[in-house]
């Protein structure tokens, strides 16, 4: 059971993602104008509609909130409820037509990640969480499966390019011990490790944005995302996390990544 004001926050946050799949879906089949940001990653004129009418939304309807947000920088952050978006996580795969692209809505309570919507139109699934209480994809209850050890594990890895030289050989102990490591799913692979179909993700180079709706939903499913340093994710965290769905997994791999 969730309380009132959890389950109100819930379902806006899944009404924010209707908005944003609903324009993600028009500009699926439309040519779009494409950008490159000072750090090379892509951005479109997308990208730029979906988190400014997010950002309508949720400042219409909770204008004492905060927001941070991957195109349009960031206020009150101090604030109790923080909303964390990434418009479109994977640009480079929508741009590409590959459909592991998707929006994430992360909510924030205290610094911490709290809510997470994960929606991806292309392939018409959504994983929504509490951290710590629930997990479901499309509408069914998932959970995260036991891996303690990782000579079993099934680890993803977004981009190894997005290591700085010195994280690539902590990247190399990690897929020396896993059984395999698949690269290039985006947040997907987040939601696909809630749903227990994966064991670990390791990556590098990620924003706050990135991460903290998928750390609610794994959070949610029984596993678990912190930074390399088994640290919480906080709205300062840059780069480096780990995501498991076992804790005894996630432990040894943030030995390995030390």
Not at 122 to 149: E, I, K, Q, S, Y
């Amino acid at each position: 059971m969730i309380d009132t004001f959890t389950s109100e926050l819930v379902r806006f946050a899944e009404q924010l993602a209707d908005e944003s799949r609903r324009m993600l879906a028009d500009a699926a089949t439309a040519t779009v104008r494409v950008d490159v940001k000072a750090d090379n990653s892509f951005v479109t004129e997308v990208d730029r509609a979906i988190e400014a009418r997010l950002r309508e939304l949720i400042g219409a309807a909770h204008p004492e909130h905060g927001v941070m947000g991957e195109e349009s920088g960031s206020h009150d952050l101090d604030a109790e409820v923080v909303w964390v978006l990434d418009p479109v996580d994977g640009t480079a795969p929508f741009i590409a037509g590959i459909p592991v692209y998707g929006t994430l809505i992360g909510v924030s309570r205290f610094g911490r990640p709290w809510i997470g919507v994960l929606d991806y139109p292309a392939t018409g699934d959504r994983w929504v969480g509490v951290n710590g209480v629930f997990a479901r994809r499309n509408g069914v209850a998932v959970r995260t499966r036991r891996c303690a050890a990782p000579v079993a594990a099934l680890a993803t890895c977004s981009n190894p390019d997005f290591f700085r030289p010195d994280e690539v050989p902590a990247l190399a102990r990690v897929r020396d011990e896993v059984r395999y490591i698949l690269y290039g799913a985006s947040s997907f692979a987040y939601g696909m490790l809630a749903s227990g179909r994966t064991d670990l993700a390791v990556d590098s180079g990620l924003k706050p944005y990135d991460v903290f709706a998928p750390a609610a939903v794994i959070g949610g499913a029984g596993g678990l995302m912190t930074e390399w340093s088994g640290a919480e994710i906080h709205l300062a965290s840059q780069g480096q996390i780990v995501a498991a769905g076992d804790p005894e997994l996630h432990a040894a791999v943030v030995k390995l990544l030390s």
